[in-house]
């Protein structure tokens, strides 16, 4: 369902990759489409790619990015008390 949903706004698939405009990453991501904006000017977020003047976001690039956003936690072990 969500792939139906994503090529009726208009996503592409390139080279097996998923391709989002930045208004699909940013409804995604529940930010403004200004804030990915000012990230990619800062060299933060996701990596954008830009196809004939399209900034578009590759699915593999937004998956890496979101994992890299909150790696897993190393806990010490938990002695129990006792």
């Known amino acids: 369902m969500a792939e ?8 592409q698939t390139v ?3 998923q391709m ?3 208004q ?3 409804d995604e991501l529940r930010v403004s489409v200004r804030t990915l904006r000012g990230w990619r000017d800062r060299g933060r977020g996701p990596r954008a790619t830009r196809i004939e003047g399209a900034i578009r976001y ?9 994992a890299e ?4 936690e190393e806990h ?3 002695s129990t008390p006792g």
């Open 4 to 11: 139906s949903a994503h090529r009726r706004r208009g996503s």
């Open 15 to 17: 080279c097996g990759d």
């Open 20 to 22: 989002l405009t930045p």
């Open 24 to 26: 699909e990453l940013a």
């Open 58 to 66: 590759r699915r593999s690039d937004v998956d890496r990015w979101l």
């Open 69 to 72: 956003q909150n790696p897993p």
């Open 76 to 78: 010490p072990t938990e």
